[in-house]
């Protein structure tokens, strides 16, 4: 598991040793069922040029959050938010662990991405793979329109394949909804995004949308 | 949830079925523990019972001890009852006629006469005047109807229905088709009795065999029931007042539940015995009660909320329907009568394109439908609507496709075998149904014939890396975390937070909303939106770019970069990328429908009118909805001292400071609806605006504002009375005496006791749960899932798989499978086995067991679904389940014999990987929510041999 440390050596200040304690203490949650405890920023105070309020990415609880972040805008901790009344500061493990979500060498579209990590170099802006072969770097601009339009060659974009069927029309017929292209949505995404994507959606002229809250 | 998480501290009794919160909501568990072990000095200490099929770390927290002197210490109504998966229905519904056969039992007892006091309006509190709406229009009161439940209502015996009357109002007035209230609950004909008979049929044998617990069991939850509710609180007949819920003696059992409650194919029957049981209990309205959805993901609630749902757009509005006039879908909508109604109530009171004469959910889809297909710039009026109608038409008319049936329609076989239109192309952004989505082969197969998958995460995930055909195109979009994005979010509590952007999106990952705005920019330049722009012909809106008016009024012009956006909010601070985008989109689904009037800080863009009614409010007074510049005073509830609000974004309140009356936050973000804390307190919480429950005419009084368009008569629409289409396939008559009007237990789809094993044919007694179309009517066996699924037998497939989360992985796993210390903490899917089941299959702990269902197995490559050569080869995902097999006896192991408990948050892409339990999961479904029923199918277990 040493190698789990080494991809944050040098750059984060959060050590494994830290992180597994507030695990275990959340493992204790589980066991005894005791509550969930605080833990004070693992940041080193003169490098913490922000303090951010944000909330859990995991369960809906939404424990509060405080972010620490340097001059530079790399997050230096993220920590119980003492202020919240449902989560008085506490986190179990996988919001103590967070911190590892953000500052994350397998993350799309990150500099620190590896091709060692997957196999392929995710370091770029968007990525296309045609059948089963190996994802290559495209321009997210060329990936947003090659979507919408095709690529001239292997597919069609989503208008044509919209529009197969026959063209959405505005009115009050099945012709207003078109069958042939779903969307799956995400309980992962703020407010403003889910609602501007039910939006886009019913712009596009469909009503095939369905995300986790069904699953 | 009714109540929210902060509440669990008034509670004195947790009954929690269906949901294990020490893993999987953590942060509930400090609030459980306050109240448990008094932490807020009140001399009573709350009781926790647990009824699950596994012995839970919630399960474990039980017997910590008890003050046997006290007899506000609840704790000696601790337990743990185990039941089957899938009997959750039988044990509420046993525990339903344990309560009302001991209310006739013990008439003498204090909780028995408060109990019927309750019920027959006769104590303090238990009937108020009520505002109705009269056939002439207006509204005016009727005396003495029940404060909480229909328990008296009388029932017609052929149509279902209630029994009407043409009645009288206080004033005179007459208000046809009147519910009619029987003089107590004795009345053969009243709900309550209905009940009663229904749930006769559950006798403490009866469910004791169904569920494989004992008649002990069931009456020790009868007993903490009945010690932990309405009828044996010390403010039982009392006045409202704030230090009611701090006394020693007062009473409240809430319930928690989760997917344990959900997943099966009677789940919303299920949820509704939760409602039944607690509406009869009193334990609605109630701090420290209410009804408790610990939902899953954190915002859940938010993006249900919001209608990315086939058969729903945001606030919980129907999909306009083919054929179907603006003027009759809103006439549907909670709001004001704007077409004539049925004899003899035929009045046409209101226009459906006079802003005015329509409210709230009504006014929300108007204000809707000019933003999301035209601008608020577009008016209407009776005389002239013919602009409003181009943007109404442009809404797609019917539902979309459920979930499962649209991954096979993916499939061109299926498609063409069922005359389905092929889904030829998919857009997934942010899930990752290639592990979520039951029966993965079926799945997969779908994924497989798209000709066109495109995927964003914040990783590259199983969905995004599926086994895809050679012409099929995969694009993959890289999302950011939650840090680097600003927006609101609504807990399950419905509280709404707001998140700080702390940093830009890192490298070249992107935010949420960036990468929406980029794909409706690219879909309006290709042309896509060309059907909206023709209905602008000859209005204000004729010639414009679709992009620039349906989404340049976020911020983003299209061209520059999108975090470097800026504008300034209400009270003048400057807002950067998705700080302003996210904001702008905030006042237009939180501002009062009605707009607002204050103008704002130099620079400040106002106009709004909001388009979400629930995260909304009617007008610019006392009562405040999520965004309000207008309502920055005391108010909503007031509170004492004042606290204001002191901005106009409430989801960016972060006054943890003031508890409150009622110990609710009320200045902690901001909760739909109206800041309601805790649902349907019809006034009993001080400090609140009376809400309202159940029964006929009364939601109307929930949204009750001042303002002149804001009493609206929507008592009209639960003048009907609406149940649950679920019927089973067997035993009605006999065993069910309503179903559909009340739970009903019904066998899942995969059972033990389905007549071809070792156990009692229950199958051929209770049936299973079907989707009818007419009440009462005996359903389709079979109708919840697809007859080409795989289904197994008892026979082959002896014993029970249920599946569960562990505090370490989330859900379908990329955001915490990626990350090395919660891999480090649990790196391989494991099967929680009974040491009987274990020692019959030749298995210790630690082995590695394959489970085999009908659908597949843990250590084959379904009809090799997934990608096993060459660049895209997935890792060792598929070697079975780590054995967790229990030791001792039955009382200490996590499950019982004949039970298999497998997490299902692995798959085969991530830093860990392991077996699918989706390969696994039977994708039949919930008659209503189209939830499936992974809590419960069929399995067989064997010996991995390395």
């Known amino acids: ?215 | 949830m009714t109540n929210n998480w902060v509440d669990l501290d008034n509670s004195t009794m947790f009954f929690v079925c269906g949901a294990n919160p020490a893993e999987n909501h953590p942060a509930s568990i400090g609030h459980v523990n306050t109240a448990r072990f008094d932490v807020n000095g009140r001399g009573r200490n709350a009781t926790l019972v647990v009824v699950d099929p596994r012995q839970t770390r919630t399960a474990r927290m039980i017997n910590s001890g008890y003050d046997a002197t006290n007899v506000n210490d609840m704790r000696k109504h601790d337990r743990y009852v185990r039941i089957r998966p899938g009997t959750n229905i039988a044990f509420i519904n046993g525990v339903l006629n344990s309560i009302i056969t001991w209310m006739y039992a013990n008439p003498t007892s204090t909780a028995a006469i408060n109990f019927f006091a309750w019920h027959n309006s006769t104590a303090p509190g238990s009937a108020k005047a009520r505002s109705f709406i009269c056939d002439d229009g207006t509204t005016d009161n009727v005396s003495g109807w029940p404060t909480y439940c229909d328990s008296r209502l009388k029932v017609d015996a052929v149509t279902g229905d209630y029994q009407r009357e043409d009645k009288l109002s206080d004033g005179g007035k007459l208000i046809s088709n009147f519910p009619l209230l029987a003089a107590d609950v004795e009345d053969p004909d009243c709900v309550f009795q209905k009940l009663k008979s229904h749930v006769a049929m559950y006798t403490d044998t009866a469910v004791a065999e169904i569920c494989g617990c004992t008649t002990a069991d069931i009456a020790a939850v009868r007993d903490a029931f009945i010690a932990n509710s309405r009828c044996s609180s010390s403010d039982f007949g009392a006045a409202a007042h704030p230090d009611n819920i701090k006394a020693a003696g007062y009473r409240a059992a809430c319930i928690m539940y989760a997917m344990g409650g959900t997943q099966f194919t009677s789940g919303s029957q299920g949820i509704r015995s939760y409602a039944v049981i607690q509406v009869l209990m009193g334990n609605m309205g109630r701090a420290g009660g209410g009804i408790n959805a610990l939902r899953g993901i954190h915002n859940v609630q938010g993006s249900t909320d919001m209608g990315n749902l086939f058969d729903l757009i945001p606030g919980y509005s129907a999909n306009p329907a083919e054929g179907q006039t603006y003027e009759a879908y809103t006439n549907g909508l909670f709001g004001n009568r704007v077409l004539p109604g049925t004899a003899p109530v035929t009045s046409t009171l209101k226009s459906a394109y006079t802003e005015d004469d329509i409210a709230w959910q009504q006014r929300g889809f108007y204000n809707m439908t000019r933003e999301f297909f035209g601008s608020r710039a577009i008016v209407s009026s009776p005389a002239d609507h013919a602009d409003f109608d181009r943007l109404y038409d442009c809404w797609p008319k019917g539902n979309g496709v459920p979930h499962i049936e649209s991954f096979r329609r993916m499939d061109p076989v299926w498609a063409g075998a069922n005359s389905k239109p092929q889904i030829k192309a998919c857009v997934v952004w942010g899930q990752n149904p290639a592990v979520t989505e039951p029966n993965q082969s079926a799945v997969r197969k779908g994924l497989e014939a798209l000709d066109l998958l495109v995927c964003t995460d914040m990783f590259a995930n199983e969905t995004a890396q599926c086994k895809r055909k050679d012409t099929g195109v995969t694009y993959l979009l890289p999302a950011c975390s939650h840090v680097e994005e600003a927006g609101s979010v609504t807990s399950s509590g419905r509280w709404m937070q707001w998140r700080d952007k702390t940093t830009d999106p890192m490298g070249n990952s992107k935010s949420d909303l960036e990468l929406l705005h980029r794909f409706a920019k690219a879909l309006s330049d290709g042309g896509a939106f060309s059907h909206i722009t023709a209905q602008w012909a000859g209005t204000a809106l004729d010639g414009l770019d679709a992009y620039d008016v349906l989404w340049g009024k976020y911020g983003w012009d299209g061209v520059s970069p999108f975090e470097e956006v800026s504008g300034v909010d209400y009270e003048g601070n400057v807002l950067l990328g998705s700080e302003y985008v996210a904001e702008q989109v905030y006042k237009e689904m939180c501002a009062p429908v009605g707009g607002y009037v204050g103008t704002g800080a130099a620079g400040f863009e106002g106009g709004h009118k909001g388009t979400m009614w629930i995260y909304s409010t009617g007008n610019t007074n006392a009562h405040g909805g999520g965004y309000n510049p207008d309502q920055t005073g005391n108010v909503t509830p007031p509170m004492t001292p004042a606290v204001s609000w002191g901005m106009a974004n409430k989801a960016k309140s972060r006054n943890g400071t003031d508890a409150g009356d009622a110990f609710q936050y009320p200045r902690y973000g901001w909760a739909w609806l109206l800041n309601r804390r805790i649902f349907y307190n019809n006034g009993e919480l001080s400090g609140d605006v009376a809400d309202v429950f159940v029964a006929p005419g009364w939601m109307a009084r929930l949204w009750i504002t001042g303002g002149t368009n804001t009493l609206a008569d929507w008592s009209w629409l639960y003048r009907k009375y609406s149940q649950l289409s679920d019927v089973p396939d067997a035993g009605v008559g006999t065993n069910h005496v309503y179903p559909g009007r009340f739970p009903a237990f019904t066998e899942p789809y995969e059972t033990p006791y389905d007549g071809t094993g070792t156990k009692p044919n229950l199958v051929a007694a209770w049936g299973r749960n079907t989707k009818g179309s007419v009440s009462g009517v005996v359903g389709t066996t079979g109708n919840l899932i697809f007859s080409d699924s795989a289904r197994g037998t008892a026979a082959d497939y002896p014993l029970v798989l249920t599946s569960i989360r562990c505090v370490e992985h989330f859900q379908g796993g990329p955001i915490t499978r990626n990350n090395p210390w919660n891999v480090e903490l649990e790196p391989d899917p494991w099967v929680e086995l009974n040491s009987v089941d274990a020692l019959a299959a030749g298995i210790k702990d630690g082995d590695w067991v394959n489970i085999v269902t009908a659908r597949g197995n843990s250590t084959t490559d379904m009809d090799d679904r997934t990608i096993m050569t060459g660049a895209l080869a997935a890792g060792a995902w598929n070697k079975g389940w780590k054995a967790r097999v229990g030791v001792g006896t039955l009382a200490n192991q996590r499950v019982a014999p004949g039970t298999v408990a497998i997490p299902w948050h692995w798959g085969d892409r991530g830093l860990g990987v392991g077996a699918r339990a989706n390969d696994l999961c039977i994708d039949a479904w919930d008659a209503n929510t189209t939830i499936p029923e992974y809590k419960a199918c069929l399995c067989r277990i064997e010996k991995v041999t390395p």
Not at chain 1, 94 to 105: D, I, M, P, R
Not at chain 1, 155 to 177: E, F, P, W, Y
């Open chain 1, 1 to 215: 598991m040493a190698t789990h440390d080494k991809e944050t050596e040098g750059k984060f200040e959060l050590s494994r040793r830290d992180f597994l304690k507030a695990g275990a203490a959340a493992a204790v949650v589980g066991a005894t069922g005791a509550d969930m405890v605080f833990t004070a920023s693992r940041a080193i105070a003169a490098d913490v040029a922000a303090t951010y309020t944000t909330t859990c990415p995991y369960c809906s609880a939404q424990c509060g959050q405080k972010v620490d972040v340097d001059a530079s805008g790399n997050v230096l901790d993220i920590y119980g938010d003492s202020n919240n009344p449902t989560s008085r500061g506490g986190l179990c493990s996988k919001g103590a662990g967070s911190y590892q979500l953000v500052n994350n060498v397998r993350r799309l579209g990150v500099p620190e991405h590896t091709a060692a990590v997957d196999g392929f170099d995710f370091t770029g802006t968007a990525w296309k793979r045609i059948g089963n072969g190996a994802w290559s770097a495209i321009a997210l601009d060329t990936a947003m329109t090659e979507i919408v339009a095709g690529d001239g060659g292997n597919h069609a974009g989503l208008k044509a394949i919209r529009d197969s069927l026959g063209a959405v029309t505005a009115g009050s017929t099945a012709a207003s909804n078109a069958k042939t292209v779903m969307f799956f949505g995400s309980s992962h995404m703020n407010n403003e995004p889910n609602y501007l994507y039910r939006k886009v959606i019913a712009e596009f002229g469909t009503s095939l949308v369905e995300h986790q809250a069904r699953i």
